[in-house]
């Protein structure tokens, strides 16, 4: 089971810290109908957590270009360790106030968080690569239809053509974002974000295949509720 002491030994310590059956979540919008704070309850464990500034400030020293589908600049809105008994999760958490950005960002942010997260993770005595069921998260309100008069509607129509003209990126993004609103759930496969490109590279960084849910809450709250055993039950 991990231990986040030891990451504090390495990394500033205000990015890590442990609680017991809630995490809260937060983040300071500027936009006061956004999602801004999130209670992610796992009852009778605890939920060791890793803050996003970590990943963030040493986002610039990763390519933007390292496959064709996979941007390392990337990152996500934070990592959570689950344990309870003999139950141990660890999840690539993003938040995302509206549907639309779960195609525009958080599908990309997943993998390439990942990929970083475990790079960080393989240098912890305690973190083992076996002991935790991997799966990622993305928070955001629900998918809302949107009228075909609308402005919106032109990043859509713009979609369609780089798929009909053989864009990849834009075809597994696409894939990818129409399981996650139909079904809430999507298996995000390596080989669509081109890891076997990175020879050089551990392959114990990346995953073969990775779940990835879809957890869709009230639209324009600005405060919610998750119960991670919800979640992992789809899992």
């Known amino acids: 089971m991990i231990d986040v002491s030891d990451l504090q030994q390495i990394y500033n310590p205000s990015y890590f810290g442990v609680v017991t059956d ?28 890793v803050k996003s500034d970590l990943l963030k400030n040493l986002q610039a020293a990763y390519r933007n270009d390292s496959t064709k589908t996979l941007n390392l600049r990337m990152i996500c809105d934070g990592l959570l360790f689950l344990d309870r008994e003999e139950e141990h999760y660890f999840i690539i958490l993003e938040v995302k106030s509206g549907f639309k950005e779960v195609k525009k960002k958080a599908i990309s942010q997943i993998p390439a968080s990942y990929v970083k997260a475990k790079s960080i993770l393989n240098d912890i005595k305690t973190y083992s690569n076996v002991e935790y069921k991997e799966f990622g998260l993305i928070v955001s309100y629900p998918y809302v239809e949107i009228p075909r008069t609308d402005s919106e509607n032109n990043s859509v129509v713009m979609g369609h053509k780089r798929e009909m003209v053989g864009d990849k990126n834009e075809i597994i993004i696409s894939k990818y974002s129409k399981l996650l609103k139909d079904a809430h759930s999507a298996t995000f496969l390596g080989s669509d974000f081109e890891f076997d490109k990175l020879t050089g590279v551990k392959q114990n960084l990346f995953f073969d295949t990775l779940s990835v849910k879809h957890y869709p809450v009230d639209n324009h709250c600005v405060s919610a509720t998750v119960d991670l055993d919800k979640v992992i039950n789809t899992l």
């Open 22 to 49: 809630k995490y809260t979540w937060m983040e300071k919008q500027t936009d006061l109908t956004s999602l801004a704070s999130i209670d992610f309850v796992y009852e009778g464990g605890t939920i060791s957590y």
